[in-house]
């Protein structure tokens, strides 16, 4: 007979893929609260108040804990209230000067990782996306889920473009809805930093 711990933890793993497998989707209107439309914007909702090359602090403003910045430049941080995303993800540049980093260049939505596999939840996110950023020109990337569109705005601190992609995250995998703004100067080259008047 065997031991009551090994069939336990034999009753434990099996139980993991179905429990990881079975997690609900959010609704297309939960995903909607969170991204928005064509109307709000390049940015998704949750990152309404970003720009580009914003500092560690002033991101930590709406995003606690964004200051927390190790020095690989980017941080994590967790996002309450929003069904169907686990967390935040924000990449910072490195200042040339002190090759700290120190301005926004990216951003990302990580959802759930339970979702990954999820039915519908893939197809409601980039049909979604679609609708906000435009028509997905290379139909294939929609299979490979890897979807990338550019934005026709070129001034600095909006978004250049936006990507829906899965990738690996401590759980497994996830995917994610990550922006990447457009840059002024190179943050340490004698420009004026951002939001400093020339005199």
Known sequence: MKPLR????AIAVALLPSTFASAQAPSEADLLRSIGTKKDGWNPIVFKPLRGQMTPAQVAKYFP???SVPDS??????????????RL???????RRTMKPAYLGSAAIIFDPALTDA????????KLCERKYGKIKRR??????FITWSSPT???????????WKFPVKEGTAFHLAIEFEQG???GTGANPPGRKRR
């Open 6 to 9: 090994t069939i336990g933890l």
């Open 65 to 67: 804990g964004a200051d």
């Open 73 to 86: 430049g980017v941080v994590e941080v967790p996002l309450e209230g929003k069904p169907g995303i686990a």
């Open 89 to 95: 993800k924000f990449k910072f540049q490195r200042d």
């Open 119 to 126: 039915p519908g939840f893939y197809e409601t996110l980039w």
């Open 140 to 145: 294939e990337m929609i299979d490979k889920q």
């Open 154 to 164: 070129k001034k600095v601190e909006q978004v250049k473009f936006a990507q829906v």
């Open 185 to 187: 100067p190179t943050p």
